[in-house]
């Protein structure tokens, strides 16, 4: 990722930053879409999310983080981690990671946010 931003580190600075005022998973289409108050919409593949878990287990302790191009990745379920962040567990049984709202919003894949950061 040399010369890219850093997407587990993007929008992690002081300051007001956008909160979710939805979160739905659509499991036919297999993603998770975050609508924030701002009206900005992030719609995650979930081999995507899943493959930027933020965990110490998938990110290990590198500088930088790692993309880890998981595939077949379905969400079981998903809960709230106190007013900043969310943690879903996935089916094959991993449910560390805790994505903060400010991770969330810096993952952001669509054409306006730059992407799908690999």
Wanted: charged share 20%.
């Amino acid at each position: 990722m040399e010369g890219q931003r850093d997407p587990l580190r993007a929008g992690v600075s002081a300051g007001p930053h956008p909160e979710p005022v939805e979160l739905r998973h659509e499991k036919g289409a297999r993603r998770l879409v975050i609508t924030w108050d701002d009206g900005h919409v992030s719609p995650f593949g979930l081999d995507y999310l899943r493959s930027w878990c933020p965990c110490a287990g998938c990110q290990g302790h590198a500088p930088t983080a790692r993309y880890l191009e998981l595939t077949g990745q379905e969400l079981a379920h998903i809960e709230a981690v106190g007013n900043y962040a969310v943690a879903p567990s996935w089916a094959d049984g991993h449910n560390t990671g805790i994505y903060s709202f400010r991770l969330l919003r810096g993952l952001c894949p669509c054409a306006s946010c730059g992407g799908e950061k690999r």
